[in-house]
């Protein structure tokens, strides 16, 4: 994975109210895919990750400061980076942000979306693998 690992999603109606804004949770499912993905641009994957190392990534704390809405048929652009590592665990940040409407730079819809993981390991030893530091 590059330093900071970009992915690209569209808002879709299932992800939406009724009056077309991007219901609070669904912002989550879109830095999780972006995640997979950064894992994907290094060869691996959640499972390669339990079959090979015998580990799980786990969400253990997960914080989302939301400064604007998304809407129905946006582009959205998620930009995550690993901000540390320890033996167990890492603290990957990730921003969420509409690049360009009609010509014009929007904007972040949430910065400071700081999640924590842990590596559990399921039976075999392991280490923890460095992501994009």
């Known amino acids: 994975m590059h330093k900071n690992f970009t992915h690209n999603v569209k808002?879709?109606?299932e992800d939406t109210d009724a009056g077309g804004v991007v219901y609070y949770a669904n912002y989550l499912k879109?830095?999780?895919?972006?995640?997979?993905?950064?894992?994907?641009t290094i060869g691996l994957s959640?499972?390669?990750i339990k079959n090979d190392f015998?580990?799980?990534?786990i969400v253990k704390s997960c914080?989302?400061?939301?400064?604007?809405?998304?809407?129905l048929e946006d582009?959205?652009?998620?930009?995550?980076?690993?901000?540390?590592?320890?033996?167990?665990?890492?603290?990957?940040?990730?921003?969420?942000?509409?690049p360009v409407v009609n010509s014009q730079r929007v904007g972040y819809i949430s910065t400071n979306s700081a999640i924590e993981f842990v590596l559990?390991?399921?039976?075999?030893?392991g280490a923890l693998i460095i992501i994009g530091t």
């Open 11 to 13: 808002v879709y109606y």
């Open 30 to 40: 879109y830095l999780e895919r972006a995640r997979t993905e950064a894992l994907s």
């Open 46 to 48: 959640n499972i390669k």
């Open 54 to 57: 015998g580990a799980l990534i």
């Open 63 to 71: 914080n989302i400061e939301y400064k604007k809405s998304a809407y």
């Open 75 to 98: 582009d959205l652009q998620i930009k995550s980076f690993v901000d540390s590592t320890s033996k167990t665990s890492f603290l990957m940040n990730q921003l969420i942000f509409k």
């Open 120 to 125: 559990t390991f399921t039976g075999k030893f």
